[in-house]
């Protein structure tokens, strides 16, 4: 049984950056990729960005492309979220998830959903 716990979450200014980590427990290569995904209040969870445990190919929402790098380490067995130039709307809670057949960097099709971190970016 995969299990991920989120960490990284925290209050940052608009232009600030924070880093996030996914540690999991279990054997995450058995899974076709890793996802970060947010939800902030009043909104759907929606995919932020996922990677491929095979080849490190990787999605990015539009949303943060160019500002969020997603990035693993198989060793420590824990996915990161690097995001930068945070803005207000990227407030909300942020979960990974692994999907052990999914394509897209959706929640349908993922599971093993860790209990989230909370991101706050307000002046």
């Known amino acids: 049984q995969l299990q991920f716990v989120e960490s990284g979450g925290g209050l940052v200014q608009p232009g600030g950056s924070l880093r996030l980590s996914c540690a999991a427990s279990g054997f995450t290569l058995d899974y076709y990729q890793i996802g970060w995904f947010r939800q902030a209040p009043g909104k759907e969870r929606e995919g932020v960005s996922c990677?491929?445990?095979?080849?490190?190919?990787?999605y990015y929402a539009d949303s943060v492309q160019g500002r969020f790098t997603i990035s693993r380490d198989n060793a420590k067995n824990t996915v990161y979220l690097q995001m930068n130039s945070l803005k207000p709307e990227d407030t909300g809670v942020y979960y990974c998830?692994?999907?052990?057949?999914?394509?897209?960097?959706?929640?349908?099709?993922?599971?093993?959903w860790g209990q989230g971190t909370q991101v706050t970016v307000s002046s």
């Open positions: 990677i491929s445990t095979s080849d490190n190919s990787t």
């Open positions: 998830a692994a999907s052990a057949y999914s394509y897209y960097c959706s929640p349908p099709g993922f599971g093993s």
